[in-house]
């Protein structure tokens, strides 16, 4: 049971457009949900987060969308630049009482073109 | 500051074989968390400590063991390794609860069990 979905494996990108990644979570105890981006051969590095109490959160060319009656958030990238391509990971917990417990996604690998 | 270290990146074992995969951080995090992550599964969460001496299981726990003595350590342990057990492994730790901290991750390990 996937509690949380990156339905698009992978998207491909041209540099300077917006790059728009999905994600759709089915558990309604998910309060809080990050963005993660790795690169081959590292470990994922902390991007941007959201919270249910907002619906948008922004950090220079990162914005983060939650549309919670919907359960989907998405991450937009603007302007998209070649050294943004990695597979994002999106994770969800509970605000309190998570713990470590992290919920990813399986991911979309982000390819930008020049 | 190393941040979250990793050893060994690469190991591949037979299948009986036991094995210890190492886990360090520097930046004092109570918090600390082993994942695994699998092709088209995302990464799933192996065990977990929320303070020295205080361990839990994740979602993917059989055939794993943890202990946490000290705030710096959190070794993972593969009792008898199976082909199952063929995945990378991340450890991560965090100042506190991840919704509200992330988390930084190591480098991997890959592990081959044949």
Same mark, same amino acid.
């Given at each position: ?24 979570? $089915? ?80 991911? $979309? ?6 | ?5 990793? %050893? ?61 003595? $000290? ?14 057990? $063929? ?24 592990? %081959?069990?044949?």
């Amino acid at each position: 049971d996937q509690q949380v979905k990156q339905n698009s494996p992978s998207l491909s990108v041209q540099e300077g457009r917006i790059s728009i990644l999905n994600c759709d979570y $089915t558990n309604s105890m998910f309060d809080y949900f990050l963005w993660y981006k790795k690169y081959p051969a590292e470990g994922p590095t902390f991007l941007i987060s959201i919270s249910s109490i907002k619906d948008k959160n922004e950090d220079g060319r990162f914005t983060v969308f939650l549309n919670k009656s919907a359960k989907h958030l998405s991450l937009h990238i603007v302007p998209s630049q070649p050294g943004d391509s990695a597979v994002y990971f999106c994770a969800a917990s509970p605000l309190t009482g998570g713990g470590n417990k992290l919920t990813f996604g399986t991911g $979309t690998q982000l390819k930008v073109e020049l | 500051n190393a941040g979250v270290t990793q %050893t060994p990146k690469f190991q591949v074992l037979k299948t009986g074989q036991s094995m210890t995969l190492q886990c360090a951080q520097d930046m004092n995090h109570e918090y600390m968390s082993w994942y695994r992550q699998d092709p088209g599964m995302g990464l799933r969460l192996i065990h977990y400590s929320v303070g020295a001496g205080i361990t839990d299981q994740g979602e993917v726990p059989n055939g794993y063991n943890v202990s946490r003595s $000290t705030t710096e350590d959190f070794p993972l342990r593969l009792l008898s390794a199976a082909p199952s057990q $063929t995945s990378v492994y991340f450890c991560a730790s965090s100042w506190g609860e991840t919704a509200n901290y992330g988390y930084t991750f190591g480098s991997g390990t890959r592990l %081959t069990v044949v």
